[in-house]
């Protein structure tokens, strides 16, 4: 009986080192499927500041490549609550009482939740926005309305998914994930370097709630986070060979 359960543990940890590391693979690749879709289709992620008079026709006459590009681009976001949860019991050694367990996972969940936020008013209020907006029948005043509200929401529902969900959130799960790396060095210790280095880039993005326009740097410090994905994804795999 004792060795059927060390074997069901022992199959339960392979698993969770595989889904991991594929999960985070996944995540590492599949936002350049969005950012080709909506970079091509409204020169995303540079116009999210578009003034509404730009955005909104551009929203209208691509409106079908622009929900496929969201939708890719929410499945990405739902994706990385795997990849927080799974990740974070790896780093903490299977611990599942330790209060940093914990606080990574609700950090993982919160990230989760409001990018998924941001995300949702591309989907529904944006193009119902875009499609009143360029009706022949709208009226002059009626335009500048729906300017002021493409603008209050997008600043909005941007601030939640962007800067919550990414910039405070996601950093805050990396931070402990990396120091967790540290700490049990169960993966190779620039990992969790490498991952201290990421959420402090995520962090500064904060700098935006004060008005501080940081222009391009989000690309830089996206982009950091995904290689930081990329190499955790290999070397959880690599581990996994060897558990």
């Known amino acids: ?28 690749l599949l936002l350049f499927v969005p950012m080709a879709i909506l970079g091509s289709a409204i020169n ?6 578009d003034p509404a008079e730009v955005m909104l026709p551009l929203l209208a006459q691509k409106a079908a490549t ?7 681009y929410l499945i990405y ?16 050694n299977e611990e599942p009482q330790s209060i940093g367990l914990r606080l990574a996972t609700g950090f993982g969940l919160a990230s989760t939740i409001a990018r998924c936020l941001g995300i949702i008013r591309w989907l529904v209020p944006m193009p119902a926005l875009a499609t009143l907006y360029v009706n022949p029948a709208t009226s002059p005043q009626t335009r500048e309305a729906i300017a002021v509200v493409y603008r209050v929401l997008n600043d909005y529902a941007g601030s939640i998914g962007e800067v919550l969900g990414v910039s405070l959130f996601a950093a805050l799960w990396l931070a402990i994930v990396s120091f967790s790396i540290l700490r049990t ?40 986070l995904q290689l930081w994905f990329l190499a955790a994804g290999i070397a959880i795999l690599r581990q996994f060979h060897r558990v």
């Not at 739902?78 to 974070?88: E, G, N, P, Q, R």
């Open 66 to 72: 622009v929900r496929l590009g969201y939708f890719v």
């Open 1 to 28: 009986m004792v060795h059927r359960q060390e074997n069901f543990s022992f199959q339960s940890k392979k698993s969770l080192y595989r889904t991991a590391g594929w999960a985070l693979i996944l995540e590492s």
């Open 185 to 224: 060095r169960l993966l190779p210790r620039w990992l969790g370097f490498l991952g201290l280095v990421s959420a402090t880039l995520l962090v500064i993005q904060l700098a935006e709630l004060f008005g501080v326009d940081l222009g391009a740097f989000i690309t830089v410090s996206v982009s950091v």
């Open 44 to 49: 995303w992620p540079q116009s999210l500041g």
């Open 77 to 92: 976001s739902i994706l990385f609550w795997l990849v927080a949860l799974s990740t974070a019991r790896i780093v903490s």
